[in-house]
T-cell receptor, first 113, second 114 residues
Framework: DGGITQSPKYLFRKEGQNVTLSCEQN?????MYWYRQDPGQGLRLIYY???????QKGDIAEGYSVSREKKESFPLTVTSAQKNPTAFYLC????????????FGQGTRLTVV | GENVEQHPSTLSVQEGDSAVIKCTYS??????FPWYKQELGKGPQLIID???NVGEKKDQRIAVTLNKTAKHFSLHITETQPEDSAVYFC?????????????WGAGTKLIIKP
């Protein structure tokens, strides 16, 4: 089955530690995205990539980093510089053309302990 | 850049009644308007979308209407069922200046009362 997979589903991190969230897609999509979702709020764009080896900052990129070494993978690292990292993180992909559907993964819930 | 406002933030309707969620957008160049449904603990899923050359689109109990002049679009769910309970998000596709990114509304929590 084609789809987009995020792992792990739940993640706990100690303060001061970096942590990497995985996102893999087998839809052959060019574009991939990372969003952050806080309780009762909408989706805020962290980073996006429209092609391999290229990515752009979204609205809330501070404290996060990404890489796009392969078309199917777009990992997100939450660094210790992110002041309030506890949130639900969603990865998405699309064909990258203007009027096309975005497919989402099931999300990773990150909790800082 | 594009800005999308969504109302209401919470909507409670009796099972079997209709539900309407409204969104407004600011950029007249936007031409793609999807609606997503998010169930608890899951990622959003597309339920219906509309392009700016169409005024209305229907899929069984779900319909979306678009008024380009007023820059607003609405989601209509008829004969609501318990499984319709979820958070619904509208979005608008920005123009080339924003790399065609989706700009999201804040979401509406729909509660279907039995």
């Amino acid at each position: 089955d084609g789809g987009i997979t995020q792992s792990p589903k739940y993640l706990f991190r100690k303060e001061g530690q970096n942590v990497t969230l995985s996102c893999e897609q087998n839809l052959n999509h060019d574009a991939m995205y990372w969003y952050r979702q806080d309780p009762g709020q909408g989706l805020r764009l962290i980073y996006y990539s429209q092609i391999v080896n290229d990515f752009q900052k979204g609205d809330i990129a501070e404290g996060y980093s990404v890489s796009r070494e392969k078309k199917e993978s777009f990992p997100l690292t939450v660094t210790s510089a992110q002041k309030n990292p506890t949130a639900f993180y969603l990865c998405a992909s699309s064909r990258g053309q203007p009027n096309t559907e975005a497919f989402f993964g099931q999300g990773t819930r990150l909790t800082v302990v | 850049g594009e800005n999308v406002e969504q109302h209401p933030s919470t909507l409670s309707v009796q099972e079997g009644d209709s539900a309407v969620i409204k969104c407004t957008y600011s950029d007249s160049a936007s031409n793609y308007f999807p609606w997503y449904k998010q169930e608890l603990g899951k990622g959003p899923q597309l339920i219906i979308d509309i392009r700016s050359n169409v005024g209305e689109k229907k899929d069984q109990r779900i319909a979306v209407t678009l008024n380009k002049t007023a820059k607003h679009f609405s989601l209509h769910i008829t004969e609501t069922q318990p499984e319709d309970s979820a958070v619904y998000f509208c979005a608008a596709r920005g123009d080339i200046d924003s790399n065609y990114q989706l700009i999201w509304g804040a979401g509406t929590k729909l509660i279907i009362k039995p």
